[in-house]
């Protein structure tokens, strides 16, 4: 079969040469005639010309859909329109109008010429201008390779100027070569090249090497396939190290607002879900607005949501600090009770205002997109939320550790009684650092608006988690929490490929339970006698 | 005389903060031992490592010179027979006085004992003793929570005798009485002491006179002094460190 | 301190004339004056209210706030509903004699093994125990040996039975993924859409909740429940009397769970379904806002409570579903900060305070 495919080819190459006056032109009009063999041909002879005009074209023959009108001869690209068929100039794509059903009659193609088809345009865009579509055709020869576009190709390398591009030539070169019946050097070099190149598509092409009779390849595609899995394997851990780092992050923001309220201030506030809700449809609010009135504005809309939603949650957590929290001081559990209440309530005003379903938050261009490394995909809207957690992280520690609000938060949060003594208002500290606590809960809200459903059950789904964070990390403990929120997200994406998400999830949760019970206060425990009583 | 309980070499700290600092103590059966020493001496850690609260990093608390007190939780040693008096009074508040001390009385601690648990004739008779002992006869039938400070020193010691523990460990019991209540509650350690083993922490001078009885000084979790209490008073580096000059 | 103290008394008498004129006014009154979904519908709030006792015993005397209730009730709900998808048999959809139609949907090959047995009702009851009173053994033999103690422990207790309720939405769990188990037909040959199986549930359902309020009564008056409002007060103190604390915790712990798993079982014929959702977070703390409105520690507050948080419920999302949640939010702040100890709290302390209070004040069967 290949044998028979190779003689045909080389027959055609020679019809090529001596077809090679022929005209672009009078190439197109030469395919409606004959066979497949002949059509194949003079594809070929299309893509050896060179003239770019003839990548539209073979492409709609590719879909089939290039017809030779009955009445003229001409051959025409024919699309539905409605229910009619509308014939365009193939060339020109000048519009010939309506034809009849059956005016015209399609140009068939079938499998081997549709390869034959794809390798042309392949060719022909190998030389294209535009460096992305050369690159493009390159991968197209890797996943196509043919034997006969070798000298092609190699000439098209040596010529290529753009590193990336001359890269996947080389690829798609050694892949060609191992297609071919070159010797075994050139074989083993290529296998070689393929091993730098080191991952899933070089494995796809290795593979089935390993099978090979002759045992020099078997071996040297054996080797290769062990280097470029154990790389992979490399790069599969970054992947979810990063998965990972990302989760964390996620959980990282969701998790360090409550971090002050539990953790510093000991009030569980169990509304700390829906204040991140308040960020998440305060930035849908504002990219509301800017669409309706300026649009041009709609990269700036999470830089403006921020800070509002800081001040929109920081102050929803005021109010509930002065109007509830402040009388259960002491009351652990009641508080438990009162600030569910308090979620209900806000859960259910937002429902009221902005109805129950999900609401589109869009991404600014700046956070939409991705881009590689080495094997690896990174997305920007998970990179810029990482490092915005890091950074909301950062600026808390300094506000807690070295300014004197975080001094007299911190002793307000020991001994009201003696910080009261001293002539600090505690009242006004309680609420600040309440305050402090929810409007952070607000930026979380910001971002996890670009990753997340924004509905009214938004933050249910994290006051669990957070919870789990904080305690894991060791209430009353900032850096607890960053590490509690990274090796949860870390071990959840590690278990994740070995048990499905959900129960990764429960096995996360399982070990949380465990680990409370061994060590209750945390995985940093601030010690001492006040926190055992 | 046989031996009660003994510490040997023991050591706790906390978080690099040696509490304990090699301490060894120890108190003979029917002893009665007063423990003096400054703030922060050890006093109250002596006690938790005593009964089970908090482990020694290192060291031996033995108990009738066989039982090893390190390995027992709060309920085993009270099991074993060591009753415990806080430093703060602690007694259950929405109980009634009676309650109170019915619920410390020795008896079977098993969860299906009290399950089916029914008080005896004997019972309610110690019952009463315990509570004219300590004078609050009258609000047996009070809430603990509305009792004085006072009279919460004093249900306590009540749960500490309807114990009947064969140690007593009393953790400051005149904070918070009147003279007269402070020489009373001297007379009554006194006066039980001897059938039971009983180590009293104070810091009223005048309680500890009254107690008249061996004085042990504890400073930095290490033993200063030790002898009657003119004997340690006389001890310069005692004064030093706690009486003042 | 007897066992039937007044406001236990009038409760239950309350209760008894319930039991009695319900079924009546549904089965043999001229005209039907209670309708049949009534009958289900008091059937549930008796079985909400059974779940509040088993909270009030753990929270109200041992101080151990569980926000977990709702994963034993849920799962004495799943024992009783496995007897009842197996109860089926070929009526199904795939009429599948062996395979419950989830099964045959999911292309189940065999019924999984702990599917076993559920084919028989002593069983089942046996599991509505057992499964509940397992996981609480397990769960609190950790937990209470450990002293993880208060807010953390309420916090372990929700993401216990968050965990579950994730497990139970899997599909590949057995138990009938996010649709859980529906479609019941009959139990012990009784039709569950006939009124009398309706009012024969009716009745079990306040006999269980008489005999859970005076087994949780009877524990609470003995010795042993002055013991637990003892570590309610003071742990530490009652660990020094000698008291093994955990074992005592252990103890009332179990108990509850199994009370919440009877309350469960006998839910699921009377709603006619049991899903995922039971497991939700969100519906124990609702739990705990039964007991806290009705009176902690009162045991028949918290009965009261539930059926007054329930019935509130049925008529609000009927008639305005919008202020269903804020209302529910309203109460969960009122009452924690202005009724500490609850309706009942608040009509005996005004009873107390009137020169000659009524002797049968009918306060009680709001
Ligand atoms: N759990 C603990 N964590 C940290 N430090 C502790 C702990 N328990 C005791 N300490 C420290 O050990 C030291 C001894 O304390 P202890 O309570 O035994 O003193 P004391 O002699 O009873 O003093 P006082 O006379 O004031 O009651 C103190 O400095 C105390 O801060
Ligand atoms: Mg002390």
Redesign the interface.
Known sequence: MTIFRQCLAALFCCLATLASAQSFEELVAQLPEGKFAERAAVVAQLGALGDPRAVPVLEVLLEGNLHVLKSNEAIVAVREVGSDDVAYDALTGEEFGIIPRRGSSKIRVNNGLRRDIRAAIGTLTLRAPDPALRLAAADAAFRAPNPDQLELLQSVRSDESDSEVAEALDYAIAATVLESDLPDEAQVAAIDTLREMGNQDALSVLTPLLQATNPVMAAAAKDAVAAIEANQRLWNMAQNVWFGLSLGSVLLLAAIGLAITFGVMGVINMAHGELVMLGAYTTFAVQEVIRASFPGLFDWSLLIAAPLAFLIAGGVGVAIERGCVRFLYGRPLETLLATWGISLILQQTVRSIFGPNNREVGNPSWMSGAFDIGQMTITYNRLWILLFSLAVFAILLFVMKKTSMGLRMRAVTQNRAMAANMGIRTGWVDALTFGLGAGIAGLAGVALSQIDNVSPNLGQSYIVDSFMVVVFGGAGNLWGTLAAAFSLGIANKFLEPWTGAVLAKILVLVFIILFIQKRPRGLFAVKGRAVEN | MSIQLSLDGVNRS??GFKAINDLSLTVEKGELRAIIGPNGAGKTTMMDII?G?TRPDEGEVLWNQTVDLTRT???GS??LGI??K?QKP??????TVE?NI???LKDD???WA????RKTAEQEARISEVLELVKLDGDRARLAADLSHGQKQWLEIG?LLA?DPELLLVDEPAAGMTDAETMRTAELLRDIAGQHTVIVVEHDMEFVRALDCRVTVLHQGHVLAEGSLDHVSANEQVIEVYLGR | MGLIDRRMGIFLTGLFILTVAVPAGNLWMEGQPVPSYIVSLLGKYLCYALLAVALDLVWGFTGILSLGHGAFFALGGYAMGMHLMREIGDRGVYANPELPDFMVFLNYQELPWFWYGFDQFWFACLMVLLVPGALAFVFGWFAFRSRVTGVYLSIITQAMTYALMLAFFRNEMGFGGNNGLTDFKDVLGFDLQSDSTRAGLFVLSAIALAGGLLLARAITTSKLGQVLVCIRDAEDRTRFLGYRVEGYKLFVWVVSAMMAGVAGALYTPQVGIINPGEFSPANSIEIVIWVALGGRGTLVGAAIGAIIVAAAKTLLTGWFPEIWLFALGALFIFVTIFMPKGVLGVIEGALAKRPKPQPDGKEAEV
């Open positions: 906390f978080d009964t609260k939780d709060e309920a009270a099991r009753g415990r806080f602690t007694v259950f508040e929405t109980h309650d019915a619920l410390s601690r098993s969860v009290t399950l089916f648990d749960m114990q």
